[in-house]
Nanobody, 123 residues
Framework: QVQLEESGGGLVQAEGSLRLSCAASGRTFGTVVGWFRQAPGKEREFVSAMHWGGSMTVYADSVKGRFTISRDNAKNTVYLQMTSLKPEDTAVYYC?????????????????WGQGTQVTVSS
């Protein structure tokens, strides 16, 4: 079992930056951790993911070059550094985890979810 808790959301102006954190507890070895987001009236979408134990990272095309996923093993925390934010990045951002070695983009493949953190980008 893995428990996830996000933090770091807030209100930021366009072109600004925010860093989201996902603190994990439980057995994270052998899992993939990902970030998803859901804007009002839209379906939840994949943002980025990586292995707890590896270096491979995957990004949605819409955030590639602007967002960076990383982790701190000592703190059992995964981060999502967001730069050059746009109003269309406004959403609730969720941290999610799945057991396995394959990084998947479908939210139904993820078993563990945080409660979400709101990110609002003003124009």
């Amino acid at each position: 079992q893995v428990q996830l808790e996000e933090s770091g959301g807030g209100l930021v102006q366009a072109e600004g930056s925010l860093r989201l954190s996902c603190a994990a507890s439980g057995r994270t070895f052998g899992t993939v951790v990902g970030w998803f987001r859901q804007a009002p009236g839209k379906e939840r979408e994949f943002v980025s993911a990586m292995h707890w134990g590896g270096s491979m990272t995957v990004y949605a095309d819409s955030v590639k070059g602007r967002f960076t996923i990383s982790r701190d093993n000592a703190k059992n925390t995964v981060y999502l550094q967001m730069t050059s934010l746009k109003p269309e990045d406004t959403a609730v951002y969720y941290c999610a985890g799945r057991r396995g070695v394959v990084i998947l983009r479908a939210d139904r493949e993820y078993e563990y979810w945080g409660q979400g953190t709101q990110v609002t980008v003003s124009s």
